[in-house]
């Protein structure tokens, strides 16, 4: 049996001048730009090198102790003044939220009311809403006109924006509060209807 000659593949060490100068010459056009370039970030053989020591256990942990110390927390919300912008996000979310659940939430009862014996045809709704007291009716109302009303309104604000205009803080502040002031007015008249 042969035994098969081992064939180390020979490093070329960029750190000598003269290698680098081999590298390039026997490199085509295309490359020569790239080698130029990783030659130009590679650490020059002058770098320190990385050094290690060993430590303690606890020697370890108060070192680590120490580091967390000294790391940057992360600012929390409570730190910042609250904004328009905020207020009116969660609430567009809110109403789009409460009044999509209440579709779907209607659809899927009206759909097995018949198997429970429900009544949820329109002139049953209608006779029961009459029978409510007149508190009940008002909050009731409120509860779905306001939702509905700043969720419409809000939607109309978001399709300017669409369009590129009223994106200044000024504005967006000023459309903010129109939005909410429109929203109470309108859902109060509605309401009250």
């Not at 905020?86 to 789009?96: C, D, E, K, V």
């Not at 508190?135 to 924006?161: C, D, E, M, Q, S």
């Not at 000024?170 to 309108?186: A, C, E, N």
Request: hydrophobic share 45%; no cysteine; net charge positive.
């Amino acid at each position: 049996m042969k035994k098969k000659k081992s064939r180390k593949k020979e490093m070329l060490d960029i750190s000598r001048p003269d290698a680098r100068l081999v590298l390039l010459n026997n490199s085509s056009q295309s490359l020569q730009s790239i080698i130029m370039l990783t030659l130009s970030l590679s650490p020059s053989p002058s770098s320190r090198p990385a050094t290690t020591s060993t430590v303690s256990q606890s020697s370890g942990q108060e070192i680590l102790a120490n580091q967390r110390l000294n790391r940057p927390i992360s600012p929390h919300l409570s730190i910042y003044r609250p904004q328009i912008t905020w207020y009116g996000s969660a609430l567009n979310r809110i109403t789009g939220a409460v009044l999509s659940s209440g579709i779907y939430v209607f659809g899927a009862a009206y759909l097995v009311a018949p198997l429970f014996g429900w009544h949820l045809e329109s002139a049953s709704l209608a006779a029961s809403f009459a029978a409510w007291p007149i508190l009940a009716k008002v909050l009731f109302k409120g509860a779905v006109a306001f939702p509905f009303t700043y969720h419409g309104l809000n939607g109309i604000r978001h399709l300017v924006w669409d369009t590129g205009a009223s994106l200044t803080n000024k504005q967006v502040i000023y459309t903010g509060w129109t939005v909410v002031g429109l929203s109470v007015v309108s859902a109060l008249g509605l309401t009250f209807l």
